[in-house]
């Protein structure tokens, strides 16, 4: 637990995944505890899922039905800024979304930790 709040402290931004109507209560206290400290909080939330109120929480909400969907929306969102033209990297991949949301621009960006 100290962990993921040094974490979310040295954080500027928490982008929380929702796909399912499940609740997890991990999720909601750091998005609680995020918020409380004056974070940015983005939320993107599955379409099919509709019984959440952490939408209103949210900083900037982005709705998908796909994968494919969520990963162009947050790669044209301003969440991602391109790095210097002079850094190319090697595409990170973030675990359990394949081969989905690959992005050469932004090395930092769904990076495994």
């Known amino acids: 637990m100290e962990h993921t709040l040094q974490k979310l402290d040295s954080s500027d931004l928490l982008?929380?995944?929702?796909?399912?109507?499940e609740k997890s209560e991990g999720m909601l206290f750091e998005i609680g505890y995020a918020v409380s400290k004056g974070k940015q909080f983005t939320l993107a939330?599955?379409?099919?899922?509709?019984?959440t109120s952490i939408a209103q929480m949210a900083n900037l909400l982005i709705n998908?039905?796909?994968?494919?969907?969520?990963?162009?929306?947050?790669?044209?969102?301003?969440?991602?800024?391109?790095?210097?033209k002079n850094e190319i990297r090697k595409p990170a991949r973030r675990r359990g979304l394949g081969n989905e949301c690959r992005r050469n621009q932004n090395p930092n960006f769904l990076q495994e930790n």
């Open 45 to 51: 939330l599955k379409n099919e899922v509709t019984n």
């Open 15 to 21: 982008l929380a995944f929702v796909n399912s109507k």
């Open 64 to 84: 998908f039905d796909t994968l494919d969907e969520l990963c162009n929306k947050l790669l044209e969102s301003d969440l991602c800024p391109a790095p210097p």
